[in-house]
């Protein structure tokens, strides 16, 4: 059975820094791409980055490129998610999620960061 | 970068009867296209993919049709446990950049 926990979101102040992770189980790690994709409190989906299955390439929704970093370490079957800069907007869910032939198949169950003074 | 749109926001159905969601994209994305369904308090869950291939587990009463611009989900019988919020999400090749819809609705009338 896939299983994708997050971990790490707490109350950090605007400015301040954060890293997320998601340890995966159930599959093979590093056959797959993975993502991070958030939803602010009432809000919709908003697809954050993807990394692809040997971290060789990762891509970032504009809103925060420069600011955040995805990361795999597929030794430990783990995805990570380093936060700097980080704005009131950025206030969300985060979720982690396994891609299967270009197609998110499986979310885990988010992890909330709340950036506030 | 590709602009996912969906219609209505709400839809308000009685049980039983038939749901028609629409998406539309900003620019072709063939059927690289995805539905999701996101209950209260639980992570989405894949629906369709491909634009009408039922992920596994799907009930029948959920298809998916469309391509290039204009999709559609349709649920034939609303039953109780649909009424969720529901995403299209495309996944055109390059760039990989992803986009979803900003979601439906589906509330019992």
């Known amino acids: 059975e896939v299983q994708l926990v997050e971990s790490g979101g707490v109350v950090v102040q605007p400015g301040g820094s954060l890293r997320l992770s998601c340890a995966a189980s159930?599959?093979?790690?590093?056959?797959?791409?993975m993502h991070w994709v958030r939803q602010a409190p009432g809000k919709g989906l908003q697809w954050v980055s993807l990394?692809?299955?040997?971290?060789?390439?990762?891509f970032y929704a504009d809103s925060v490129k420069g600011r955040f970093t995805i990361s795999r370490d597929n030794s430990v079957n783990s995805l990570y998610l380093q936060m700097s800069s980080l704005r009131t907007e950025d206030t969300a869910l985060y979720y982690c999620?396994?891609?299967?032939?270009?197609?998110?198949?499986?979310w885990g169950q988010g992890t909330l960061v709340t950036v506030s003074s | 970068e590709i602009v996912m749109t969906q219609s209505p926001a709400t839809l308000s159905v009685s049980p039983g009867e038939r749901a028609t969601l629409s998406c539309r994209a900003s620019?072709?994305?063939?059927?690289?296209l995805a539905w999701y369904q996101q209950k209260p308090g639980q992570a989405p869950r894949l629906l369709i993919y491909?634009?009408?291939t039922r992920a596994t587990g799907i009930p029948a009463r959920f298809s998916g049709s469309g391509s290039g611009t204009e999709f559609t989900l349709t649920i034939s019988s609303l039953q109780s446990e649909d009424f969720a919020v529901y995403y299209c999400?495309?996944?055109?090749?390059?760039?990989?950049?992803?986009?979803f819809g900003q979601g439906t609705k589906v509330e019992i009338k």
């Open positions: 999620a396994k891609e299967r032939g270009k197609v998110i198949d499986y």
């Open positions: 999400q495309q996944y055109k090749n390059w760039p990989p950049v992803r986009a």
């Open positions: 491909g634009a009408s």
């Open positions: 990394i692809t299955r040997d971290g060789g390439s990762a």
């Open positions: 159930g599959f093979t790690f590093d056959d797959y791409t």
């Open positions: 620019q072709s994305v063939s059927t690289n």
